[in-house]
């Protein structure tokens, strides 16, 4: 499968702008807007801070919400205080534009490469299916940092798979071309996400794990200094945050309310209306961390960088206690790669090919169908079990079935007629010449594909020679 159509320049504009009237009027209408909700609660901490309130003390009026993020957070939003409410909205749509733009390039870049697409024709395309999809609209619409924190974590993965973030010695990576150098920043995105919002901690984990010592150390180091400079600049706020705030869960929200798609809160729902055992929570999340260790490892061994940032995304949101529906823009990566795994099936398997663009094709559609909200006044009976938890589901069964693409770091462009082809996405950037297309079947089976029912058993084909209801319920602002 190819765009190819239309195949006339014409033709394609006419589809990208219909297309894109067609998102515009319907998320100009969906009714599940939120009113910039969460911008609200930034907007009104940082201003009450500015004022000389404490950062931690301010809730909405009317509301029990208030600002939930670490001091380095607050400090790094505190420019809003500069301009008006407008202002803010505006400047919260650019940037979550331009976050967006960026998480399509580092998940989809390469795919496009390799398929000899029209850049500007998928990416067209590829960005008003991306509108649609549930978390991304509650992002824009919340006027929350989600695909802002999402496109700093995926430019490390970009920044890994050009070479750099081990240790030199063992695993130390040859590079890829031009971008060769740019590889000892990778941790830098990783570091300061961590030090907005705890969440993405994690993946200073996946590069301990991966054993990315370089990256990891630059990723700890961001964090930090962002954490010390904002005890530094506000001493009183941080003490606040890490003794009390941090350990409040009162103030992000009731655990059991449907938008909250975790582990954490599919237990809520079942024992509601009493607390969830934390045991049996915490037994879960050891659970889906082994399987996480063992998946990350395996994707970096394969070479799939993205794949491995991907499960780990997965990961974060099945474990973090409260995992709003908005926060599943980490599942976006996830679908990126399943779908590629399908492109790559190609000719050779179809059925299998087949088989993972449905399932591409479902997941997308049900992330954009809100269907959890059917059970947001109850979620009892088997009915409700499955459904409210419907995005728990999607993530489990990608962290234990995402198939892995071997060699998938390392799509990059042809070489130069005349030059050797070559791969660095091996463990320690290792160089393995390229096959040369020649219409047979692309080279053997990997070792254990057996192990999770959707990863590929073929490795990767040679990367091509062709150039290119209602009323809105406010979620708490977490992030």
């Not at 090919?353 to 809100?370: E, Q």
């Not at 198939?403 to 130069?416: I, M, W």
């Amino acid at each position: 499968m190819t765009t190819t159509w239309p195949r006339s320049t014409r033709g394609r504009l006419f589809l990208v702008v219909g297309l894109a009237a067609a998102t515009a009027l319907f998320l100009a209408t969906v009714p599940l807007h939120r009113h910039w909700f969460d911008l609200r609660v930034y907007y009104g901490a940082v201003d009450s801070w500015q004022q000389g309130g404490r950062i931690y003390d301010y809730l909405v009026p009317g509301t029990h919400y208030g600002f939930t993020y670490p001091p380095f957070a607050a400090i790094c939003m505190l420019p809003m205080t500069l301009i008006g409410w407008p202002g803010a909205v505006a400047i919260s749509v650019l940037l979550n534009v331009s976050a967006a733009a960026a998480v399509l390039y580092c998940s989809a870049a390469a795919v496009v490469r390799r398929q000899g697409w029209s850049r500007w024709y998928t990416f067209a395309v590829a960005g008003c299916l991306f509108a649609l999809l549930e978390p991304v609209r509650d992002t824009f619409s919340f006027g929350q940092v989600n695909l802002l924190l999402l496109a700093l974590v995926l430019a490390d993965a970009w920044l890994l798979s050009k070479g750099g973030g081990r240790a030199a010695g063992r695993g130390g990576s040859a590079g890829l071309g031009r971008f060769a150098g740019l590889g000892r920043f990778a941790g830098l995105g990783i570091g300061l996400a961590a030090a907005i919002k705890l969440t993405p901690a994690i993946f200073i984990g996946y590069l301990l794990i991966t054993r990315r010592w370089r990256a990891a150390a630059t990723a700890s180091g961001v964090a930090i200094s962002a954490t010390l400079l904002a005890l530094w600049l506000a001493p009183g706020a941080s003490r606040v945050y890490w003794t009390e705030a941090m350990w409040d869960t009162d103030r992000v929200g009731r655990l059991a309310y449907v938008s909250n798609q975790s582990w954490q809160g599919v237990l809520a729902r079942l024992a509601e209306p009493d607390d969830p055992s934390r045991t049996v929570w915490a037994l879960g999340v050891l659970v889906l961390l082994c399987v996480w260790v063992r998946r990350v490892r395996r994707a970096v061994a394969v070479g799939d960088e993205l794949a491995g940032f991907a499960l780990t995304g997965l990961t974060a949101c099945l474990i973090s206690p409260v995992t709003w529906v908005h926060h599943l823009v980490w599942v976006f990566p996830a679908l990126a790669v399943l779908t590629d795994a399908g492109l790559r099936a190609g000719q050779e398997d179809p059925r299998r090919r087949r088989l993972l663009l449905r399932w591409a094709g479902t997941i997308y559609v049900v992330l954009c169908s809100s269907v959890v909200w059917l059970w947001s006044w109850g979620a009892g009976g088997i009915d409700g079990f499955l459904g409210s938890n419907t995005y728990v589901w999607i993530c489990l069964g990608l962290l234990l079935a995402l198939p892995l693409r071997e060699g998938a770091t390392s799509d990059v462009p042809a070489a130069a007629p005349g030059g050797p082809q070559t791969t660095s996405g091996r463990p320690g950037g290792l160089a393995r010449p390229l096959p040369q297309p020649t219409g047979s079947a692309t080279m053997g089976a990997c070792a254990h594909a057996t192990e999770y029912p959707w990863e590929s058993r073929h490795s990767a084909r040679p990367a091509s020679p062709t150039p290119p209801a209602s009323r809105s319920v406010p979620s708490a602002s977490d992030g």
